[in-house]
Structure formats: C-alpha cells, structure tokens
C-alpha cells in the first residue's frame, strides 16, 4: 500500500488549496478514505472521511463547510479541497487507508499565513 499526498503550500487567510492523495497496491474503490493533521505540538486529528462510493461523507465540526472530501475511483485518488482557510488550519495534511492494517501517507504541508 502506498500513499502519495500533494497540493499543499503557503496561503493567505482565506485562501483556499486542493490537496490529492493517489493511492496504489490495493483495491481503492472498496475502502474508506480518510484525512487528518497534524498541528505543531499538538497530536493528529482526524479531519474528513468519504466512504467506498463516495457516497457518504463525514467531518471534523471545524472544517464542516469549509473542507471537502471527495474520490476518483478511476484514478486511485482522493482530494481535499479546502476553503476559507484560518490560520489554525496550519498543519501538516495526511492521507490515511486500513487496509488489513493503518497506513499513512508521508504528509503535505499547509501553512496559512499573511
């Protein structure tokens, strides 16, 4: 299993990006995909998660309306687009799947700063 995020960068408050995440070595359109982060000197935190479909979509309540999760099941891939970014959205953005076990992309970092 791996897992590759992209998309993240520097934005001013307000701002928005679209991270993706383009996953390989195993049946993607059949697991659940997730997003969390990861603060500077705070512990992960889950942040959105799409179902198998699509279908079904659920969220941390600080990004709802704000966030979006969604997927490509013909391209392996999952996005988070991201709007009207606070400053305390600052972290660092992770892919995650279980499949048979946990596993993590390497991260995209998200900074939002003027």
């Known amino acids: 299993v791996q897992l590759v995020e992209s998309g993240g960068g520097l934005v001013q408050p307000g701002g928005s990006l679209r991270l993706s995440c383009a996953a390989s070595?195993?049946?993607?359109?059949?697991?659940?995909m997730y997003w969390y982060r990861q603060a500077p000197g705070k512990g992960r935190e889950f942040v959105a998660r799409?179902?198998?479909?699509?279908?079904?979509?659920n969220y941390l309540d600080s990004v709802k309306g704000r966030f979006t999760i969604s997927r490509d099941n013909a391209k392996n891939t999952v996005y988070l687009q991201l709007n009207s970014l606070k400053p305390e959205d600052t972290a660092v953005y992770y892919c995650?799947?279980?499949?048979?076990?946990?596993?993590w992309g390497q991260g995209t970092q998200v900074t939002v700063s003027s």
């Open positions: 995650y799947a279980f499949v048979r076990y946990g596993y």
């Open positions: 070595g195993f049946t993607f359109s059949s697991y659940p």
């Open positions: 799409i179902s198998d479909t699509g279908a079904i979509t």
